[in-house]
């Protein structure tokens, strides 16, 4: 069935330790822990508070991170912008590493301008890739790229360009966007699956509405689609709810957070059965 997981940025204006309590509080298994998690990212990432959340929350490990990508770019057309967020996402995965994350998900970045990428770009991209194949050598973390949503400029969003990348770094998995995907159509979605499948180690759980991802998949049918592909498959890795709690009429309260991921969870449960 998998494991049900949150993202730590529902719960990005909380201390770690709370946010850890939260997710166990939701009756979650699982926490996506991003790196630039505001009280984690701007105290200078103590890696001693997050190994402090970790083994006081054991029903939630492993966990697993997701790679700074806020104002990043790995594929930048500016040197010094493309080497800052490469030395992030090669930091991100040494501290995954460090303590026993199952998997960190990085981006494969964008070209810098809305255009669709050019050969400069891709090499940049295989740069990168390069770097981050290096620092995965003998580590037991698994490294699962993300595909990205279908913008002109994105070096990855096709279940094509995802499947001919993996295909090519045997070493490195898949973490499926489901909102993303659904952006173009649950058939893309399902696509996804069918080509990189066997690499996937991670899903990004959320409905797309009005054009836009990271919404709840409750009474969403296509997200239940894609939900009862991946259980008649025999999908067992991580399921993260990634939602975007901009996306409410008002302010969610750490309960109202709370009782929403135990409603989503429910519909997992249930789509996943």
Not at 40 to 58: K, M, N, Q, V
Not at 78 to 106: H, K, Q
Not at 141 to 151: F, G
Request: glycine content about 6%.
């Amino acid at each position: 069935m998998g494991r049900f997981a949150v993202s730590s940025m529902l719960f990005h204006e909380y201390p770690c330790e709370y946010i850890f309590d939260y997710a166990e509080e939701a009756g979650l298994d699982g926490i996506e822990f991003w790196v630039e998690t505001p009280h984690f990212w701007l105290r200078g990432r103590p890696e001693g508070d997050l190994a402090a959340c970790i083994e006081s929350h054991p029903a939630l490990s492993p966990i697993t991170l997701h790679a700074p990508s806020l104002d990043l770019n790995p594929t930048s057309i500016n040197p010094r912008v493309a080497e800052v967020s490469v030395d992030y996402t090669i930091e991100a995965i040494e501290l995954a590493e460090r303590v026993g994350a199952g998997v960190i998900t990085i981006h494969p970045g964008k070209r810098t301008a809305r255009r669709v990428p050019s050969a400069y770009d891709y090499e940049r991209f295989e740069g990168y890739i390069g770097k981050v194949r290096e620092t995965t050598e003998g580590k037991r973390v698994k490294v699962a790229i993300e595909n990205l949503e279908p913008r002109v400029n994105a070096l990855l969003y096709t279940p094509e360009g995802a499947a001919e990348v993996l295909e090519r770094e045997p070493w490195l998995y898949f973490t499926l966007d489901m909102g993303h995907a659904l952006m173009v159509s649950v058939d893309e979605t399902i696509r996804f699956i069918d080509l990189c499948g066997d690499r996937l180690v991670n899903v990004h759980v959320s409905a797309t509405r009005d054009g836009k991802p990271h919404y709840p998949i409750s009474n969403d049918g296509n997200a239940q689609v894609v939900l009862r592909e991946l259980a008649d498959r025999g999908y067992n890795g991580y399921l993260t709810l990634e939602l975007q709690d901009l996306h409410f009429e008002h302010e969610l309260t750490s309960e109202e957070k709370i009782t929403l991921l135990m409603r989503e969870q429910a519909v997992l449960r249930d789509s996943m059965a």
